[in-house]
């Protein structure tokens, strides 16, 4: 079984950075998805970020392009995998309960962005609060 662990949340002021990490256990081949999503109170959740092994890609949502950055990093063959975002110059905007998020294959886009049902599986979400 796959298994998402995210860590990292926590207290930030506005322009300030924090970086998430997720631990992904249960992969065994270079053929996954992990992606960040984040759900603010009252809102739907959304897709943040998004990387493949497959080819590469990553995906941004418009409201964080140039301010965060996801990175991964794998280990013991795939077996674990260790997906990263840097989040930059942080906003208050930015406060949300983050989640990751993985499926194997390469990951679909919408005119929405990165839907949070083409996943599969789910870690426990990290809060992140920005401060004015």
Do not use: H
């Amino acid at each position: 079984d796959v298994q998402l662990q995210a860590s990292g949340g926590g207290l930030a002021q506005a322009g300030g950075s924090l970086r998430l990490s997720c631990a992904a256990s249960g992969y065994r081949y270079n053929d996954y998805s992990i992606g960040w999503f984040r759900q603010a109170p009252g809102k739907e959740r959304e897709g943040v970020s998004c990387i493949s092994s497959v080819d590469g890609e990553t995906y941004y949502a418009p409201s964080v392009e140039g301010r965060f950055t996801i990175s991964s990093d794998n280990a013991e063959n795939n077996a674990k995998v260790t997906v990263y975002l840097q989040m930059n110059s942080l906003k208050p905007e930015d406060t949300a309960v983050y989640y990751c998020a993985g499926k194997f294959g390469s990951f679909m886009t919408t005119a929405m962005g990165v839907d949070p049902e083409d996943m599969d599986f789910w870690g426990k979400g990290t809060l992140v609060t920005v401060s004015s």
